[in-house]
C-alpha cells in the first residue's frame, strides 16, 4: 500500500535562509509521481513541484527544488531564500502512475513551515 | 495551468439540511474527480473518486448515502453533503484529473463547511 510519511509536524525558519521539509514514501509501483503543495490559511491547494519515479534530474521549480533520493525512498523539498510568504502548510503526496488510470493522490501529514523575519 | 472552480467556497447550514458542492474543470475535461476532506490541522483525505457518467468508488468508512456524488459531464462533478451534522463540518476540496501522467493534479479552491 502506498504510504507518504512527513516527521516534522512544524519548522521555524529565518528570513532569506533555506529551509528542507523532509518527506518519505513506500509504494511497490514502479512508477509514481510525487508531488509537493503549499496550503495557506485560505485552503487552497498550490502545486509547488512534481518529480517522476523516472526522472533523472531533480525537479526544480524558481526557488523551489526536490532533492529526489531514489533508493531511499525520499523527496525532500528544498526551498531557498526564503520569504514571510512562504509561511504556510505544505503537503508531500504521492501518486502511483499505473498505464491508463487517473489516480488518486495519497498525502503527508503535513509541515507547517513559519519564517521568521 | 487548468483551472478547476469549485464553490460556495464556504458555507453555513442548520442540521439536517443538505448543501451541494460543485467543482467545474474551466478549461480542460475532468475525466476522474476526487474529493478530499480535511479537518482542522489534519491532512486531506479521499473521500471518494468519481468517474464521468459513472457511479463514484468510496473509500473505507465514507457513507455513499450521506455523501451523494454525481459526476454527469467532463466539467461538472458535485457533492452533496446529505443531512449535514455538526461532526461533517469539514474543508472539502475536490481535484479533477484528465489521465495519468499529467505533473500536476487540478484542485478547486475548497469549500469550509460549517454545521450549526
Known amino acids: 500500500a502506498q504510504k507518504i510519511t512527513q516527521t516534522q509536524p512544524g519548522m521555524f525558519v529565518q528570513e532569506k535562509e533555506a529551509v528542507t521539509l523532509d518527506c518519505t514514501y513506500d509504494?511497490?509501483?514502479?512508477?509514481?509521481?510525487l508531488f509537493w503543495y503549499k496550503q495557506p490559511s485560505s485552503g487552497e491547494m498550490i502545486f509547488l513541484i512534481y518529480q517522476g519515479s523516472y526522472d533523472q534530474q531533480n525537479a526544480t521549480e524558481g526557488r523551489y527544488s526536490l532533492n529526489f533520493q531514489k533508493a531511499r525512498k525520499s523527496a525532500n523539498l528544498v526551498i531557498s531564500a526564503s520569504q514571510l510568504g512562504d509561511s504556510a502548510m505544505y503537503f508531500c503526496?504521492?501518486?502511483?502512475?499505473?498505464?491508463?488510470?487517473?489516480?488518486?493522490?495519497?498525502f503527508g501529514t503535513g509541515t507547517l513551515l513559519a519564517v521568521q523575519p | 495551468g487548468a483551472v478547476v472552480s469549485q464553490h460556495p467556497s464556504w458555507v453555513i447550514c442548520k442540521s439536517g439540511t443538505s448543501v451541494k458542492i460543485e467543482c467545474r474543470s474551466l478549461?480542460?475535461?475532468?475525466?476522474?474527480m476526487f474529493w478530499y476532506r480535511q479537518f482542522p490541522k489534519q491532512s486531506l483525505m479521499l473521500m471518494a473518486t468519481s468517474n464521468e457518467g459513472s457511479k463514484a468508488t468510496y473509500e473505507q468508512g465514507v457513507e455513499k448515502d450521506k455523501f451523494l456524488i454525481n459526476h454527469a459531464s467532463l466539467t461538472l462533478s458535485t457533492l452533496t453533503v446529505t443531512s449535514a451534522h455538526p461532526e461533517d463540518s469539514s474543508f472539502y476540496i475536490c481535484n479533477g484529473a484528465k489521465v495519468a501522467g499529467n505533473t500536476e493534479a487540478f484542485f478547486g479552491q475548497g469549500t469550509r463547511l460549517t454545521v450549526v
Open positions: 503526496a504521492m501518486r502511483e502512475d499505473r498505464s491508463g488510470a487517473t489516480n488518486k493522490l495519497i
Open positions: 509504494t511497490s509501483d514502479p512508477s509514481y509521481g
Open positions: 478549461d480542460f475535461q475532468a475525466t476522474t
